[in-house]
């Protein structure tokens, strides 16, 4: 039976084993194996996919899939307006598609964070450009890599990031890094790792214990004043003083 409408990409994991009834829906599926093989039937062909190879699924096929062996899967459903806009058409000509080494890294990337429960929606909205990129198209695209270096960045702000390192890692020039971020977020890299930072050190102020020069050192400060300047410069407020206002409110509302 069919499903109703779908969001343009929704990403999910799933395991599979013993075959179900046939089923099909209005979206393209995507199946990307993190470890493991399947056994499918798509329109009555029989196929196969492990870490090597892919499978996508059009819209209103009718398949089935099945599995003797323990497996995990990624699993996109991509609506059609998304579909409308990338190189979709190539991949469903396959249906099975190579996973090559970028490609692989990243749904190994994507399986360990569902392992350790960190699989949040910002790391899903993040990362899946670029693995789409990687699939769809010759390279990773520009506003992917920015999409996954924020999502990293945010995850982690009190790592030693600078404007340099954080280039480095989405594979762009300083000059075009800069470019970006006025283009996508209208300020500058290190603005905004220092927005990550404080808003970081905030939600520590006001859920842990910790001292505020701890805070400061775990969230990318040289020290207890570096942060509290930061804190005057951006919130109007020092550390002490927003530790004392966020867990003053609580009580006050109850």
């Given at each position: 039976m069919s499903s109703t409408a779908h969001p343009a990409i929704?990403?999910?994991?799933?395991?599979?084993?013993?075959?179900?009834?046939?089923?099909?829906?209005?979206?393209?599926?995507?199946?990307?194996?993190?470890?493991?093989?399947?056994?499918?039937?798509?329109?009555g062909r029989q196929g196969k996919?492990?870490?090597?190879?892919?499978?996508?699924?059009?819209?209103?096929?009718?398949?089935?899939?099945?599995?003797?062996?323990?497996?995990?899967?990624?699993?996109?459903?991509?609506?059609?307006?998304?579909?409308?806009?990338?190189?979709?058409?190539?991949?469903?000509?396959?249906?099975?598609?190579?996973?090559?080494?970028?490609a692989r890294k990243l749904i190994e990337y994507l399986g360990l964070m569902a392992q350790q429960?960190?699989?949040?929606?910002?790391?899903i909205h993040g990362w899946t450009p670029l693995l789409l990129d990687t699939l769809l198209l010759p390279g990773p695209q520009a506003r992917s890599r920015l999409a996954a270096l924020m999502v990293r960045v945010q995850a982690q702000p009190g790592l030693p990031w600078s404007?340099?390192?954080?280039?480095?890692?989405?594979?762009?020039?300083?000059?075009?890094?800069h470019a970006l971020f006025r283009e996508e977020m209208d300020t500058s890299p290190h603005a905004w790792l220092q927005q990550q930072?404080?808003?970081?050190?905030?939600?520590?102020?006001?859920?842990?214990d910790a001292s505020i020069a701890e805070i400061a050192l775990a969230t990318g400060f040289s020290e207890?004043?570096?942060?509290?300047?930061?804190?005057?410069?951006?919130?109007?407020?020092?550390?002490?003083?927003?530790?004392?206002?966020?867990?003053?409110?609580?009580s006050k509302t109850q």
């Amino acid at each position: 039976m069919s499903s109703t409408a779908h969001p343009a990409i929704d990403l999910s994991f799933r395991s599979y084993r013993d075959i179900g009834a046939p089923n099909r829906h209005d979206f393209v599926q995507l199946v990307l194996p993190v470890y493991g093989q399947l056994q499918l039937d798509i329109d009555g062909r029989q196929g196969k996919v492990d870490a090597q190879r892919g499978v996508v699924i059009a819209a209103s096929t009718w398949h089935a899939q099945h599995s003797q062996v323990t497996n995990h899967s990624i699993i996109l459903d991509v609506g059609a307006a998304a579909v409308a806009r990338g190189g979709w058409q190539r991949l469903l000509e396959g249906p099975y598609t190579a996973i090559g080494p970028g490609a692989r890294k990243l749904i190994e990337y994507l399986g360990l964070m569902a392992q350790q429960q960190a699989l949040t929606p910002a790391v899903i909205h993040g990362w899946t450009p670029l693995l789409l990129d990687t699939l769809l198209l010759p390279g990773p695209q520009a506003r992917s890599r920015l999409a996954a270096l924020m999502v990293r960045v945010q995850a982690q702000p009190g790592l030693p990031w600078s404007t340099a390192s954080m280039a480095r890692f989405a594979n762009l020039s300083i000059s075009r890094l800069h470019a970006l971020f006025r283009e996508e977020m209208d300020t500058s890299p290190h603005a905004w790792l220092q927005q990550q930072r404080i808003a970081r050190a905030c939600d520590l102020l006001a859920t842990s214990d910790a001292s505020i020069a701890e805070i400061a050192l775990a969230t990318g400060f040289s020290e207890q004043s570096a942060l509290t300047r930061a804190m005057r410069d951006s919130i109007d407020a020092t550390p002490a003083a927003y530790r004392r206002q966020s867990r003053e409110t609580p009580s006050k509302t109850q």
